[in-house]
């Protein structure tokens, strides 16, 4: 049963649902990108990004509630007599609902690299010492104030995720284990990364990587007259940051920055996805479009780069066709996800809140200049695809593997012993309080 957005290539044998939870449209894209929005401070130790997280998390309850009370969607459901049951990431709620229709057996999905509440559900714990937070700015190589904010980022992040699985959406089914426990129970987690791809980290063998699987593989589509036109011009670089971050909200000082800085390049044309073109004045050499067909002109001899906001499916699809970027992270993972591009050598980064024309330019010049960029590129593209079975074989197997009434005991022999990550929260909490409070002691008497 899958929702009628997705793209379902040659299956037959499926059933198309949608559901209704009482969200209003565009709701969630509200409380995601105003206050603050994707150009402003999106730092994880803003108050404000703390607040955020409440409220989606609030709306996820709210989503959960509609589906759990409603008797009718659920007995459809039950009908059914399904064997597996698939879970994302940020919303425990199906873990409840799989439950109550009987579904025993779960998989649990990751749009991108694993969360921490994924590891440590499959018993692994994850240092946060060498190992950034999903939506922590940092790389593997942290100095020690990194270090105490990636254990802070965690721990809030946590806290959220506490409250609202271990609290709100448990008691929505009242169950005598809460959601989290159940989540213990899932046969196997499906990662949307890869080893070569990420920091390296501890993992449990109940997780498969299964990176790049939501690339279109097919063959790219032809280019219609105006674009094929655009693109034998000359040389071009993609400007779009994403399907929800307009770049029409920019401030007009960020736009500026921008526009001034692609003039230095008469020979380079950029095609910036904009979302309102009306009385626009822009440089000769800037195309402003609503919409790009990003994979055919990818393919194109003359493409150079994109600029992007350093979301994961996108870094792994310009990855996988052999394409270097220029990311600036805008919200939740993808400072972490960008650092990883950059470590990678596929990458250059702009930090949004110190952008000037001197550093767009620099940034451009590098991923012109330095074919080292392509170059890696390439090698990782070939990486994604030198896998000893096929993603979608991989999936297969894991779900089958799911299905059997078995698996469920065989998967408890695979965990590694479980630490005790309650008491391990509460001393990584105590220690930076207390590290915080000597060094205030010292510095102010």
Same mark, same amino acid.
């Given at each position: ?149 990636? /254990? #802070? @980022?965690?721990? $809030?992040?946590? +806290? ?9 959406? &448990?008691? *929505?089914? %009242? ?13 196997? /987690? #499906? @990662?949307?990364? $890869?080893?070569? +791809? ?9 997780? &498969?990587? *299964?990176? %790049? ?233």
């Amino acid at each position: 049963m899958v929702d009628d957005t997705l793209l379902i290539d040659n299956a037959t044998d499926y059933t198309v649902l949608r559901k209704k939870v009482g969200v209003p449209r565009g709701h969630l894209r509200r409380v995601l990108w105003s206050n603050p929005g994707p150009y402003e401070d999106s730092s994880p130790l803003n108050p404000h990004i703390f607040y955020k997280l409440l409220k989606v998390s609030r709306t996820f309850v709210t989503a959960c509630e509609n589906m759990a009370f409603d008797n009718l969607f659920l007995e459809s459901l039950m009908e059914q007599k399904f064997d597996v049951g698939l879970v994302e990431q940020y919303d425990a709620c199906g873990f409840g609902i799989f439950k109550s229709i009987g579904i025993e057996s779960t998989v649990w999905l990751s749009a991108t690299a694993i969360y921490r509440p994924q590891a440590e559900a499959m018993g692994v714990y994850l240092p946060y010492s060498y190992v950034p937070e999903l939506f922590a700015h940092f790389s593997d190589k942290m100095s020690f104030v990194q270090k105490v904010i990636n /254990v #802070l @980022i965690g721990q $809030a992040t946590s +806290f959220v995720l506490d409250i609202f699985v271990q609290g709100f959406q &448990s008691r *929505i089914f %009242g169950f005598d284990e809460n959601l989290a426990s159940i989540s213990k129970e899932s046969s196997a /987690v #499906l @990662i949307n990364s $890869a080893p070569f +791809f990420d920091y390296s980290m501890p993992m449990s063998h109940q997780c &498969s990587n *299964i990176g %790049g699987i939501t690339v279109d593989k097919k063959g790219v589509k032809k280019l219609d007259p105006y674009w094929q036109s655009v693109a034998d011009s000359s040389g071009f670089i993609l400007v779009s940051f994403g399907g929800i971050a307009r770049t029409v909200d920019m401030t007009v000082s960020m736009q500026k920055i921008f526009f001034d800085s692609f003039k230095k390049f008469p020979h380079i044309t950029f095609i910036v996805k904009y979302e309102s073109i009306a009385n626009v004045s822009m440089p000769e050499n800037v195309i402003l479009t609503p919409w790009i067909p990003q994979l055919p002109l990818m393919a194109h001899k003359n493409y150079k780069t994109i600029i992007t906001h350093g979301g994961w499916s996108s870094i792994l699809e310009t990855t996988m066709h052999s394409t270097p970027m220029i990311l600036m992270p805008l919200f939740a993972d993808h400072a972490k996800n960008s650092k990883v591009a950059e470590s990678k050598g596929v990458a250059v980064l702009l930090d949004k809140m110190r952008l000037s024309q001197r550093r767009v330019v620099h940034a451009i010049n590098t991923i012109l200049t330095n074919p080292r960029y392509t170059q890696n590129c390439e090698k990782f593209s070939r990486m994604f695809s030198d896998t000893p079975i096929s993603h979608e074989k991989l999936i297969a197997w894991r779900i089958r593997q799911a299905a059997k009434p078995s698996r469920k005991a065989f998967a408890k022999h695979l965990r590694p012993k479980e630490p005790d990550f309650h008491m391990l929260k509460i001393v990584l909490i105590i220690v930076p309080a207390y590290l915080v409070f000597c060094t205030n002691k010292f510095l102010y008497g």
